[in-house]
């Protein structure tokens, strides 16, 4: 089996209250392990960040599901590519409201996805900056 990773982050809908993340995370503990895919669901400081890991087809299968979904909106994919072994045996969710115990390892990946989202938000505001510059006074 060949392995994926994908990573984005998005805005969640102005709208979105603590039960829509606790629905989001019971979806994904059902449907996640029976496509056999791992990884991080990070919300916090009005923003999603995702990891996800497992066969290609499962990949898609939930994208197509995840970018039709109205509780969130701006998805950008920073991360995409095939992958030897899993970053995390597991799937997490990290949010405001409620933190798992995670280990040294998945802090670490926790960090590492945290920050590929902060710099992929960084490019954009930069791509933006360069489209409309200020005005000439
Ligand atoms: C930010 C975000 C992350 C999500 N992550 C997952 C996930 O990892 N697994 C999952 O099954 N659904 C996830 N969902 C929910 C899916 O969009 C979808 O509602 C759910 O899979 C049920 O799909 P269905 O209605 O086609 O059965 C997520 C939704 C959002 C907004």
Redesign the pocket.
């Known amino acids: 089996m060949t392995l994926y990773r994908l990573a984005y982050v998005?805005k969640?809908?102005p709208t979105l209250a603590p039960s829509?993340v606790a629905?989001?995370?019971a979806?994904?503990?059902?449907?996640?392990p029976a496509?056999d895919?791992t990884?991080l669901?990070i919300?916090e400081f009005s923003r999603?960040i995702?990891l996800?890991e497992g066969p290609i087809d499962a990949l898609e299968t939930?994208m197509t599901?995840?970018?039709?979904?109205?509780?969130?909106h701006d998805?950008r994919i920073f991360l995409q590519q095939s992958a030897e072994t899993r970053s995390l045996s597991r799937?997490i969710l990290w949010t405001d409201f409620d933190r798992m115990a995670l280990t040294a390892e998945e802090m670490e990946v926790h960090e590492e996805i945290v920050r590929g989202a902060l710099a992929s938000l960084a490019e954009l505001d930069a791509e933006r900056c360069q489209a409309a510059p200020p005005a000439a006074i």
């Open positions: 998005s969640p809908a829509d629905a989001i995370a979806a994904a503990r059902r449907r996640n496509l895919v990884g669901l919300h999603f995702q996800l939930l599901a995840i970018i039709a979904d109205p509780r969130h998805i799937w």
